[in-house]
């Protein structure tokens, strides 16, 4: 089991960015998956999280109305950022939780078993 997290770069402040993680098992469809994000001397933190079943979307309130998350039921989940501010700045991960529940999109990190590696993201003003 192994997660892959790319596209993050370097963004003006009000700009788009789309970062992208691949999984690779083979009952992709069948997880949770979640985005988390840890800006330099602080905590890691909730961004967003996608049920199984995609009827069941979670977001962070620093991000509502912002950034998107989404994922194709083959291997990928995405998350679409937009209107970036600098505080947006961070390393973000993906993650995937295993349970059975299709509905369920956790927002705690302890309910996730299998992270990415990250991808850096930096906002400038």
């Known amino acids: 089991v192994q997660l892959q997290a790319s596209g993050g770069g370097l963004v003006q402040a009000g700009g788009s960015l789309r970062v992208s993680c691949t999984f690779s098992v083979r009952t992709f469809g069948s997880y949770p998956m979640g985005w988390f994000r840890q800006a330099p001397g602080k905590e890691r933190e909730f961004v967003a999280a996608?049920?199984?079943?995609?009827?069941?979307i979670v977001y962070a309130d620093t991000v509502k109305g912002r950034f998107a998350i989404s994922r194709e039921n083959g291997e990928m989940v995405y998350l679409q950022m937009n209107n970036l501010k600098p505080e947006d700045t961070a390393t973000y991960y993906c993650?995937?939780?295993?349970?059975?529940?299709?509905?369920?999109?956790?927002?705690?990190?302890?309910?996730?078993?299998?992270w990415g590696q990250g991808t850096l993201v930096t906002v400038s003003s």
């Open positions: 993650a995937a939780a295993r349970s059975a529940r299709s509905d369920f999109a956790p927002k705690v990190s302890d309910d996730y078993d299998y």
């Open positions: 996608i049920s199984p079943s995609g009827r069941r």
